[in-house]
Nanobody, 127 residues
Framework: QVQLVESGGGLVQAGGSLRLSCVAS????????MGWFRQAPGKEREFVAA????????YSADSVKGRFTASRDNAKNTVYLQMNSLKPEDTAVYYC????????????????????WGQGTQVTVSS
């Protein structure tokens, strides 16, 4: 059974930075695209950023482009989300997720393309 555990969330002032981590167990993630999503109160879960299995070509949503970057360390079975220049509108619960396919370089953004999810970590950005 796949388990994903996020950490690194917290309270930060606008303009600050955080790095989220997601450690996987029960699945070797080196062959999977890993994504990050977020959900704010009263809103739907939305795609934030992802990185394909090979580690190249991380991609992100327009709302965070140039500020957030996904990365991975396959040796540690861990993915990261570096978040810079944080804004109050970035406040949400952040989730990592694993793609359901192996060795795919397609840039999945829809939540239903991912079959394993973490429990989430809260990020709060104060103005």
């Amino acid at each position: 059974q796949v388990q994903l555990v996020e950490s690194g969330g917290g309270l930060v002032q606008a303009g600050g930075s955080l790095r989220l981590s997601c450690v996987a167990s029960g699945r070797t993630i080196s062959g999977y695209t890993m994504g990050w999503f977020r959900q704010a109160p009263g809103k739907e879960r939305e795609f934030v950023a992802a990185i394909v299995w090979s580690g190249g070509s991380p991609y992100s949503a327009d709302s965070v482009k140039g500020r957030f970057t996904a990365s991975r360390d396959n040796a540690k079975n861990t993915v990261y989300l570096q978040m810079n220049s944080l804004k109050p509108e970035d406040t949400a619960v952040y989730y990592c997720a694993s793609d359901r396919r192996t060795y795919s370089s397609a840039r999945y953004q829809a939540p239903d393309e991912y079959d394993a999810w973490g429990q989430g970590t809260q990020v709060t950005v104060s103005s």
